[in-house]
């Protein structure tokens, strides 16, 4: 949960998407926090029995934007345009940014303002009612998961390029912890409702695998 980072700069990369206290959604986020207190994220992934799955998926996709946020928050200013030319994952990935509204052609830019553009966009979704409805019963528009699925796509994206380029200010920071667990917290939550496409989780696939394959052990 968001909780986790603790910013050391005091600035977050983008406003945090708030959820409303005493709302039904306040409670799952709570009970998500509760869950994950034991530990075993697995566990605390699952869908709560008798809710439903959109709005479980719409309440963690607006905690993952939080978390994210507010990590990468701690690292911007490592994170320039001279020092991470191109938005990427290592040599082999590389990102180009498109919305399919202003920008309908995939431009090349920069890692700060890929990321500035990838959380303009999810925030802009994440505050439209038609497709995250804050009030309850509201339902949820027929596209909804296509939107979450290509929202947490493109939040992991952010995470493989920490990853990949900014892993040693992350450790000088002595944030690697926070980071693995909520990478892990994210890895298992696409897992469990089969959100990413495995080959989206490629450029992390042999971190994913290391770090999963211990929560095996722990838990056996």
């Not at 938005?87 to 700060?112: L, R």
């Not at 990321?115 to 509201?138: H, R």
């Not at 900014?166 to 926070?178: C, T």
Request: net charge neutral.
């Amino acid at each position: 949960m968001s909780f986790f980072f603790q910013n050391r700069h005091n600035k977050t990369f983008k406003p945090h998407k708030s959820i409303p206290e005493g709302s039904h959604q306040h409670e799952l986020i709570r009970h998500a926090a509760a869950t994950l207190g034991s530990g075993n994220l697995q566990l605390a992934v699952a869908l709560p029995e008798g809710e439903d799955l959109n709005e479980w998926i719409a309440v963690n996709t607006v905690d993952f934007f939080n978390q994210i946020n507010m990590l990468y928050g701690t690292i911007s200013e490592f994170c320039t345009a001279t020092k991470c030319e191109v938005m990427s994952a290592g040599p082999k990935y590389e990102y180009h940014w498109a919305d399919g509204v202003t920008i309908k052609k995939p431009i090349k830019c920069s890692a700060p303002r890929y990321i500035d553009y990838l959380m303009t966009w999810v925030q802009c979704q994440l505050d439209n009612e038609e497709i995250f409805p804050s009030a309850v019963g509201v339902p949820f528009s027929k596209n909804f998961m296509s939107i979450a699925k290509t929202i947490l796509k493109r939040l992991f994206r952010v995470y493989a390029h920490i990853y990949h380029q900014h892993f040693s200010d992350v450790m000088g920071l002595g944030e690697e912890a926070h980071l693995n667990t909520s990478f892990k917290h994210f890895i298992y939550f696409v897992q469990e409702f089969n959100l990413i496409d495995r080959r989206e989780l490629a450029p992390l696939q042999e971190l994913i695998d290391k770090l999963l394959s211990r929560d095996r052990e722990k838990y056996k």
